[in-house]
């Protein structure tokens, strides 16, 4: 299992847009806002924006040392204020929304490449659910770590343990392909379901922007 920091904290959002005109228009000033007042905030490590395969929804992640540098450095912070009203955006509205922690993952032996595809699952749990969805990540490990073409998968839990997000990542198309029509992800995804109260929200994407904080110093 890769690590996880105890202190730390992750957000996504999931904004689903007018068309692609509108998406390209999202990625290119959420970039521009990103670099111009995030990556040198306290606290910051990395923000990334994914598109979807429809080419009009995308995925914002940002990664934080801790949730107290979240608020000082995002939610409370004036500069970020465009940001944040990503919602008012014309064209532009805001789905699920996100805030918790990452849980011990899984890497594979492509762990490192850079991603070709990139999927953003979002799974609504009955309480104290995600206990047991980590638990079947973690017995599935052994077959996943040795998966030809995965890179890794990264499982985020909210604070009350009903909203669970998993990140996995593949080096190729093929790699992907191959990972879908193994019998062993139908099953597990089978097991999940049980504790499941809403469809899940499955996003298959590519990255399209990614900005890490720059040292300070």
């Known amino acids: ?16 847009t007018d068309g692609r005109a509108t998406a390209d228009r999202l990625v290119r000033t959420w970039t521009e806002e ?12 990395a923000a990334h924006l994914h598109l979807a395969d429809d080419g009009t929804t995308l995925v ?29 955006w014309p064209g532009v509205a805001v789905g699920t929304a996100f805030a918790g922690r990452a849980a011990p993952g899984i890497e594979g ?33 052994g077959w996943k770590r040795s998966f030809p073409g995965f890179i890794s998968a990264t499982p985020f839990v ?23 029509r193994d019998p062993r992800i139908t099953e597990g995804q089978g097991a999940i379901a049980h504790w499941e ?3 899940p929200e499955y996003l298959r994407c590519t990255v399209v922007s990614g900005i890490t904080a720059e040292p300070t110093g």
């Open 1 to 16: 299992m890769a690590p996880s920091s105890p202190d730390g904290h992750t957000t996504f959002g999931v904004l689903r």
């Open 34 to 45: 990103v670099r111009a007042h995030l990556r040198r905030a306290p606290g910051f490590l």
């Open 60 to 88: 914002d992640q940002g990664e934080w040392a801790s949730e107290a540098d979240y608020r000082k450095s995002f939610r409370d912070n004036p500069d970020c204020a465009r940001l944040r009203g990503i919602g008012d």
């Open 109 to 141: 032996p492509a762990a490192g490449a850079d991603p070709a595809v990139v999927v953003v699952a979002i799974r609504h749990l009955t309480e104290g659910a995600a206990d047991r969805v980590l638990d079947l990540l973690r017995e599935s490990a």
């Open 158 to 180: 909210n604070r009350d343990g009903t909203l669970f997000v998993n990140h996995p990542k593949w080096d190729s198309e093929t790699a992907y392909a191959a990972w879908v």
């Open 197 to 199: 109260t809403a469809p």
